[in-house]
């Protein structure tokens, strides 16, 4: 994984979505058992002083589906504190129901998910030391980088962090989750496997051989859904970056993921913003 200074200054941009299954009945009624935390990678992009969350549409999609399904969700929070400049390892209630949200296309090779995010959630989230990614960084991106870092928390890794969760069905309940965030650093792939093509564009990369992060004990990227892609390069002699992508599919045997495109979402965002 990354360095932990260069993991302190990129975690500024990580936002972990998390939230609980509860055990219930049909009806919504809270039964005994144990609850089970789920999270997925996002990050928060920038309109003016309008903050948008962003992470992939299949993960909000799921979310639909559980709850079209008869499941009880619950526990919807932000964990904000990845950055070297946090002040608290508290996660920020997100009122999921009642946001503003999209999954945009078909969740598949056009993958994205958008929640517009309410002003004071945008406070505390700038107040905790995250940075939404604004124009400057995505716009005149070259076509292909000379190496790319995954951010997000793979449920794999644990007891980097804890962070405290509590629940709005039992407000008596206090559960401790334990996440880890990675930066994950990939290679560009040419010629993808074949059972990651898909018929709209996506960008392709495996992890990088030879480096600490091919050999790192992680087995899964689950978890990391939703994280953004960061692609560098050198302009002039010096090393630049642009998020890229959109983490989205994962090819586990052949450790390659494929990321939707960011640039062009990006600009669809700015245009659904101005409606």
């Avoid at 480096?211 to 990227?221: A, W």
């Avoid at 495109?261 to 409606?275: I, K, N, R, T, W």
Wanted: proline share 6%; charged share 20%.
């Amino acid at each position: 994984m990354f360095p932990n200074h260069a993991m302190k200054y990129f975690g500024r941009h990580l936002v972990t979505l998390l939230w609980s299954d509860v055990p219930a009945t049909p009806q919504g009624i809270v039964l005994p058992g144990e609850r089970r935390t789920l999270n997925a990678s996002s990050f928060a992009m920038a309109v003016n002083d309008t903050w948008y969350l962003v992470t992939a549409g299949h993960v909000l999609a799921g979310i639909d589906k559980s709850v079209k399904q008869g499941k009880k969700l619950d526990g919807f929070y932000l964990v904000d504190s990845w950055s070297g400049r946090c002040r608290s390892d508290v996660p920020v209630p997100l009122p999921f129901d009642s946001l503003d949200k999209e999954s945009v296309g078909n969740n598949d090779d056009i993958d994205y998910g958008i929640i517009r995010l309410p002003n004071l959630i945008r406070d505390n989230l700038m107040a905790n030391g995250v940075e939404a990614i604004t124009k400057e960084q995505w716009i005149n991106q070259p076509a292909v980088c000379e190496f790319y870092w995954l951010l997000g928390t793979p449920t794999e890794l644990k007891a980097q962090q804890t962070v405290r969760q509590f629940s709005s069905s039992q407000p008596s309940m206090e559960d401790s989750v334990q996440l880890a965030a990675a930066m994950l650093r990939l290679e560009h792939v040419v010629d993808p496997p074949t059972e990651l093509l898909k018929a709209h564009h996506r960008i392709y990369a495996r992890f990088a051989e030879d480096t600490p992060q091919s050999r790192i004990p992680l087995s899964d990227i689950d978890g990391m859904s939703g994280g953004p892609l960061f692609g560098f390069k050198r302009i002039d002699g010096r090393l630049k970056y642009w998020i890229v992508g959109v983490q989205s599919g994962w090819l586990k045997g052949k450790r390659t993921i494929a990321a939707c495109p960011f640039e062009v979402f990006a600009e669809f965002v700015f245009a659904y913003h101005a409606e």
